[in-house]
């Protein structure tokens, strides 16, 4: 094998992974990614020491910061009592997470289920698939959202709006239906966003109106459609927040003709909205709902499903349904359940409300600065900051691509401090920043990132 210097240059090190490094499973933002080599906090540090005010927190699954002394000491803990065991057996920790998820879930939702782990979120996306097409009678045909993102394992990309990540590969079964998404900022004018999902509802509740929109047999009621996937608050898609009341309506649709509703809370979930789950605040039960990233604040690969009892129950869901050699390892689930026992110990939801509208306050007063930004909202920790042209509408994706790549340069001067700033981009025009800060960022240093989105959009702005 090849013994990589003990200190390789970066020039080095780049030269090694243009050669042997598969360049297919990252994404490349960037000509030159940044190397990090340490990390506190809310920061990451380059080779330099060079910090790093992280705005994303690795796409939402490090939500209480780089380096939690109480997470790293469980996963210290566990490493040294029991940190491998086949999943053909037992181990506490397994069992004590899967009764406390089932719990919280029982009680919010109203039914009593059961939890199912994997390793991570596109396999959870894949294992429900199995779950609501045995569920259902082998139905292969779902539902899924306009700028909706589930995965891009094969079955995880068919029920994925973006065309690009199955043009290579084709998908498993037939590819979902993709329902408009009551995105205000860019739906029709003249329309409150409540009216506005209002009329995305009337327009998927027409499907049913006839046989002939495909989706039902009228003479029967029997709806040809499986389930209906969802986020809550579309990630990829560029944080976009629905109406209040729109799940409510969807969910009474869906239940009419017997179709499951699949909440995707991977990205959303553990607090990142102010709720354990971001369903929660929007009043419907889900039958399904898949789970990851955060629940281990990104220690150790954990992700898994809860779903209903008469969907997942060891009669209708027997044992060998699905398998991983990792799954519900002893050293995940003991991080995931030291997560949601500190939780449980902190007021989170008043913690995350209160930061939340302290970060859109100072983004709103950030828009009546600068015409570029065209929109801003926000749910929790979970905000969007959409760059526009000058007229505050036209999707800029140029100027946020350069504000991307200037903020990892690592030269911001805010308060006679040099730092640097990692964005997460998303949107449907590839033109949001998606804000997921550290849930124990302080307001301080929402400040400071408020003052580096300023520079930044001044540096970039002239450019």
């Not at 009341?245 to 991977?266: A, H, R, W």
């Not at 990104?298 to 997942?312: K, M, Q, T, V, Y």
Request: charged share 25%.
């Amino acid at each position: 094998m090849y013994d990589a210097p003990a200190a390789a240059s970066e020039a080095e090190l780049r030269a090694l992974e243009a050669e042997y490094c598969s360049w297919g499973d990252t994404v490349h933002y960037l000509d030159h990614p940044k190397f990090f080599e340490t990390c506190e906090g809310s920061y990451m540090f380059d080779a330099e020491g060079r910090r790093f005010l992280d705005l994303q927190m690795w796409y939402s699954a490090v939500n209480f910061g780089y380096r939690n002394p109480r997470l790293n000491e469980a996963a210290h803990r566990q490493l040294d009592r029991l940190p491998q065991v086949a999943s053909q057996y037992l181990h506490r920790e397994k069992v004590e997470l899967a009764a406390l998820i089932a719990r919280d879930a029982q009680a919010k939702f109203g039914h009593k289920g059961r939890v199912h782990f994997n390793v991570g979120g596109a396999q959870a996306v894949e294992d429900s698939l199995k779950l609501v097409r045995n569920a259902t009678g082998g139905k292969q045909l779902m539902f899924a959202f306009e700028g909706g993102y589930h995965g891009r394992t094969l079955g995880a990309s068919a029920i994925t709006s973006s065309y690009r990540y199955r043009r290579r590969y084709g998908h498993f079964g037939d590819r979902a239906q993709f329902i408009e998404f009551p995105y205000h900022f860019r739906g029709p004018k003249g329309m409150s966003k409540e009216e506005y999902g209002d009329y995305c509802l009337a327009k998927f509740a027409r499907l049913f109106e006839t046989e002939y929109n495909g989706v039902l047999d009228t003479k029967t009621g029997q709806a040809e459609y499986a389930a209906f996937y969802i986020e809550p608050i579309q990630g990829t898609g560029g944080y976009v927040i629905p109406p209040p009341n729109f799940f409510t309506g969807l969910k009474k649709i869906l239940d009419k003709y017997g179709i499951l509703l699949v909440v995707d809370e991977i990205q959303m979930g553990m607090y990142r909205t102010g709720k354990l789950w971001s369903i929660e605040h929007f009043g419907v039960s889900p039958d399904v709902l898949v789970f990851g990233k955060a629940l281990t604040n990104g220690l150790n690969p954990l992700s898994g499903l809860w779903a209903r009892e008469d969907l997942i129950n060891p009669t209708v869901f027997p044992p060998g349904s699905t398998h991983s050699t990792f799954n519900a390892n002893p050293m995940g689930t003991a991080i995931a359940l030291e997560t949601l026992k500190m939780c449980a110990e902190a007021d989170y939801e008043a913690m995350v409300a209160d930061k939340g509208a302290y970060f859109l306050a100072g983004l709103k007063e950030l828009q009546k600065r600068w015409p570029q930004i065209g929109d801003v909202d926000g749910l929790g920790l979970a905000l969007r900051c959409e760059i526009c042209q000058d007229d505050g509408f036209t999707p800029n994706k140029p100027l946020l691509d350069r504000m991307e790549a200037e903020a990892m340069k690592g030269d911001l001067q805010v308060d006679g401090q040099t730092l640097g700033l990692i964005l997460d981009v998303g949107g449907y025009y590839k033109n949001v920043i998606t804000l997921a800060p550290s849930l124990e960022i302080t307001k301080d240093e929402i400040d400071l990132a408020l003052k580096l989105l300023d520079a930044l959009l001044r540096r970039c702005v002239a450019a």
